[in-house]
């Protein structure tokens, strides 16, 4: 099944082409069949640079493309007027040291796929753009990251949103709130305000394998659930790793409200076992419904990629 006009599902559209997964074996065999020679190059594990201290992100955000066509003059200027060029730039310190030396943390350094998940995310925005992947329901929404590591996306993305909550083990913790201070002075002591970014953004302990090891009555010790269930959970590029794939599903369904939240997941494509490995385990229960969203052309250029939403659905209770 596949869209081919656009669908909204809660804060999320699905762009036409996208498709719902119900194969893991069907899923990989078109991801993998679609790489070129330009996607395979290499590019390592991932990391933008883990040689530095601290990196300097630029963000180069453009007017909608249509206010530059030879069309519509009056329409272009009353565009322009509205939506200029915009740069936004972002430092972000890294732990270098820490992923040498502490096992299995890979967090501590910039990872390309949440630049260009960010990057995607605030062009749409800036643009207005009408196949923006959120809707205009994003400026309220409870956003929850899993995996944030330095807090890239928590930075970028908190004008965006109503509230946002990043979240990893307790080792990475300091780095994120180190980078919220670096770019919204005084944090967490900043008043609200249009001018105040960074007021909504709040810094939390989630341990996936604690979550996993912990029996379902006693997770809120763990990790405690809010009132309001998040709308939208992020995953960019966390799965890499099989032993990291259960606590992983654990945490989404976890963190997930059936019939609200929209669970987004980016991945940079590596090794097709570990891809098929985790689409079998959230299709497994059978209450998952997942798609493909079609942002081949947006995301990033000959870059191995891929998007996926899932929603749980609502379980019918019998009598």
Same mark, same amino acid.
């Given at each position: 099944?596949?869209?081919? /006009?656009?669908?909204?599902?809660?804060?999320?559209?699905?762009?036409?082409?996208?498709?719902? +997964?119900?194969?893991?074996?069907?899923?990989?065999?078109? $991801?993998? &069949?679609?790489?070129?020679?330009?996607?395979?190059?290499?590019?390592?594990?991932?990391?933008?640079?883990?040689?530095?201290?601290? $990196?300097?992100?630029?963000?180069?955000?453009?007017? !909608?493309?249509? #206010?530059? &066509?030879?069309?519509?003059?009056?329409?272009?200027?009353?565009?322009?007027?509205?939506?200029?060029?915009?740069?936004?730039?972002?430092?972000?310190?890294?732990?270098?040291?820490? =992923?040498?030396?502490?096992?299995?943390?890979?967090?501590?350094? +910039?990872?390309?796929? #949440?630049?260009?998940?960010? @990057?995607?995310?605030?062009?749409?925005?800036?643009?207005? /753009?009408?196949? #923006?992947?959120?809707?205009?329901?994003?400026?309220?929404?409870?956003?929850?990251?899993?995996?944030?590591?330095?807090?890239?996306?928590?930075?970028?993305?908190?004008?965006?949103?109503?509230?946002?909550?990043?979240?990893?083990?307790?080792? =990475?913790?300091?780095?994120?709130?180190?980078?919220?201070? $670096?770019?919204?002075?005084?944090?967490?002591?900043?008043?609200?305000?249009?001018?105040?970014?960074?007021?909504?953004?709040?810094?939390?302990?989630?341990?996936?394998?604690?979550?996993?090891?912990?029996?379902?009555?006693?997770?809120?010790?763990?990790?405690?659930? *809010? #009132? /309001?269930?998040?709308?939208?959970?992020?995953?960019?590029?966390?799965?890499?790793? *099989?032993? =990291?794939? !259960?606590?992983?599903?654990?945490?989404?369904?976890?963190?997930?409200?059936?019939?609200?939240?929209?669970?987004?997941? +980016?991945?940079?494509?590596?090794?097709?076992?570990?891809?098929?490995?985790? $689409?079998?385990?959230? =299709?497994?229960?059978?209450?998952?419904?997942?798609?493909?969203?079609?942002?081949?052309?947006?995301?990033?250029?000959?870059?191995?990629?891929?998007?996926?939403?899932?929603?749980?659905?609502? @379980?019918?209770?019998?009598?």
């Amino acid at each position: 099944m596949d869209v081919d /006009s656009e669908m909204r599902r809660g804060l999320v559209r699905l762009p036409p082409g996208s498709e719902k +997964v119900t194969d893991a074996d069907e899923e990989v065999f078109i $991801l993998y &069949s679609k790489s070129t020679p330009s996607s395979n190059k290499f590019r390592g594990l991932g990391y933008l640079d883990s040689h530095k201290d601290t $990196l300097t992100l630029t963000f180069e955000l453009k007017p !909608p493309s249509w #206010s530059n &066509s030879s069309t519509g003059k009056h329409k272009r200027k009353a565009a322009s007027r509205v939506v200029q060029e915009k740069t936004v730039e972002i430092q972000l310190a890294q732990d270098k040291t820490a =992923l040498r030396t502490r096992a299995g943390d890979t967090g501590s350094v +910039v990872w390309r796929a #949440s630049v260009d998940f960010a @990057q995607l995310i605030l062009q749409q925005h800036h643009a207005k /753009s009408p196949t #923006s992947i959120f809707d205009e329901g994003l400026r309220d929404a409870r956003v929850l990251e899993l995996g944030s590591g330095t807090g890239l996306l928590s930075i970028a993305l908190s004008p965006l949103v109503g509230h946002y909550t990043a979240t990893d083990i307790a080792e =990475l913790l300091p780095l994120i709130r180190k980078n919220l201070s $670096l770019n919204f002075p005084g944090w967490p002591n900043v008043k609200q305000g249009a001018l105040a970014a960074g007021h909504n953004i709040s810094v939390e302990e989630l341990d996936w394998v604690k979550i996993l090891s912990t029996p379902a009555a006693r997770r809120s010790q763990v990790f405690p659930l *809010p #009132s /309001s269930p998040f709308d939208i959970v992020l995953i960019v590029d966390c799965i890499y790793h *099989p032993t =990291l794939l !259960p606590p992983l599903l654990g945490a989404m369904d976890y963190v997930s409200t059936a019939g609200t939240t929209a669970v987004v997941v +980016v991945m940079e494509l590596r090794a097709e076992d570990v891809t098929r490995e985790f $689409l079998e385990g959230w =299709l497994r229960s059978g209450e998952w419904e997942v798609w493909r969203m079609c942002v081949d052309a947006e995301l990033a250029e000959d870059t191995p990629y891929v998007m996926w939403v899932g929603w749980k659905t609502p @379980q019918v209770k019998s009598d």
